[in-house]
Each structure stands twice: as structure tokens, then as C-alpha cells.
């Protein structure tokens, strides 16, 4: 079983998307660890370049981490206890019942769900567990941060807004919308916090696959005009950069 309409938003920008996109808080995977039935095997489902992967590593003796995009996985992380395969979010290539933990980071708006949760509920295991999250528009604190979120929504939004997939809007409004027909568990509020450069920002953006199609269908870079008008407000120091998680949980 196959998905055949896959749409790789991200070839053009998996070396960005592994040396820039940030790291998911540590408690996230401890809790995630904390409920599942036993720790030998965990499944993370369009895992890009590794960001999720690398961090189940440190808490299950193996990671199976798929992605259906062959250019994420040729750029993933290294790590010891992960293993790499380039595979569509409905046919894993796991074993029924093998599975203690499925984790589906920043991905689950563009899977077909219904062939995906019939997959998730063949490899889980009896009180197995399947958490997803997502992270959207995120925020910058600290001085001068007014024009800086200016001109950031205003890039968002506006420069590279009609460059979005139409699924994006799931992840704006955290997956609000999309069905989770699993007995729910209560995840812990956390965010991703990081503190960056300019350069760190605009590495970045240009992760983004909004970026990617607004070069391609323009023949230029939007964030080398951003980069410009935020410097007055950066400074040549760092400021902190932060994006709230939306997560669902919940066990078969």
C-alpha cells in the first residue's frame, strides 16, 4: 500500500531544512517516553532530516524513521539507534504490532489519514501511543521586537503568503481541524525557544517551502530584502525566537 500523490514541498531546501530548522524541547520526549507501554521501538513518521528521530534515540533502544521525501532522508542526521528509510506515512515496513511509540512531527496535514491511522493501528502495539505536534507562526522577544514582528508577518503573509500550500492552514491553527480518533491523553505545554542571529533567521526562512516556490516562480530571493530592512532592529546579536507547540496524543 502506497501513496502515489506524494508532493515533495521540500527537495529543494533539505540541506537549509537540516542546518537550520529548531530542535523540539527535551521534555516533550520525555514525556512522550513516560507513557509509552515499553521503550524498544519507536516510529517517526516523515521524520525530514531527523529533527524527532535523533531525540527518540536517547530514550528508545531503536528508531524506525521514515520519510517519503528521498532528498530529507539523504541529509538526516546520523545517529546511533536510528535507522533511515525513504517510505510514504501508509506503508512503514514494520512488523503488525512492533511499534511502542509513532510520533509525527510538523507533517500530519499532509498525510491521507485515513490510510495513515490504519497503518499506525496495524504496527502499535496494545496500549501503544501516537503523538503528532505542529508549530506555526512563531513570535521574537525581547528589544525592538514590534518592527521586527512586523516585518516578519508581513513576509509571512504577504511576500511569500500566496506561496503556501493550501494545508498549511492546519498547521496555523495548531490541527484544530484535522481528526484524531484516538483515546486522547493530556500533553504537557511546551515551545521551542531558541536564541539566533540574523543569519540563524534567514536560514530559516529559507526552509521553508514558501520560500522555495516564491524563488522558483520569481527568480529571486525574498529574504535577502527582508534581511536588510530587519537589521536596523536585530542588531548583530541574537534575539530569542520562539514557537509554541500544538501536540496530540493518544493510544489505540
Known amino acids: 500500500m502506497t501513496n502515489t500523490s506524494f508532493t515533495d514541498h521540500f ?8 542546518s537550520h530548522r529548531p530542535s523540539y524541547p527535551a521534555e516533550l520526549f520525555r514525556w512522550l517516553a513516560d507513557q ?5 521501538l519507536a516510529w517517526d513518521c516523515a521524520t525530514g532530516t531527523g529533527q524527532a528521530a535523533v531525540a527518540l534515540a536517547d530514550y528508545f533502544e531503536q528508531v524506525w524513521a521514515t520519510d517519503a521525501s528521498g532528498s530529507q532522508i539523504e541529509a538526516a542526521t546520523a545517529c546511533a539507534g536510528v535507522q533511515y528509510h525513504t517510505a510514504p506515512a501508509d506503508c512503514s515496513g514494520l512488523p503488525d504490532q512492533s511499534v511502542d511509540l509513532v510520533t509525527v512531527a510538523q507533517a500530519l496535514h499532509w498525510f491521507d489519514l485515513e490510510r495513515f491511522y490504519a497503518e499506525v493501528r496495524r504496527v502499535l502495539k496494545p496500549g501503544g501511543l501516537l503523538a503528532v505536534w505542529t508549530y506555526g507562526v512563531f513570535q521574537v522577544e525581547g528589544a525592538d521586537t514590534v518592527g521586527i514582528q512586523a516585518l516578519l508577518d508581513r513576509f509571512y503573509y504577504e511576500t511569500v503568503g500566496d506561496c503556501w500550500p493550501p494545508e498549511r492552514r492546519h498547521v496555523e491553527n495548531g490541527y484544530a481541524d484535522l481528526a484524531f480518533p484516538f483515546q486522547e491523553l493530556k500533553p ?3 515551545a521551542m525557544a531558541v536564541d ?3 543569519d540563524d533567521l534567514c536560514g530559516y526562512l529559507r526552509s521553508w517551502s514558501a520560500t522555495s516556490r516564491y524563488r522558483d516562480q520569481h527568480g529571486s530571493d525574498p ?3 527582508l534581511s536588510a530592512e530587519l537589521a536596523p532592529y536585530w542588531g548583530p546579536g541574537c534575539q530569542r525566537v520562539v514557537w509554541p507547540l500544538s501536540i496530540k ?4
Open 11 to 18: 527537495a529543494k531546501v533539505a540541506a537549509h531544512y537540516a
Open 36 to 40: 509509552a507501554p515499553a521503550r524498544k
Open 188 to 190: 504537557p505545554v511546551c
Open 196 to 198: 539566533w542571529d540574523l
Open 223 to 225: 529574504v535577502v530584502s
Open 249 to 252: 496524543a493518544g493510544r489505540i
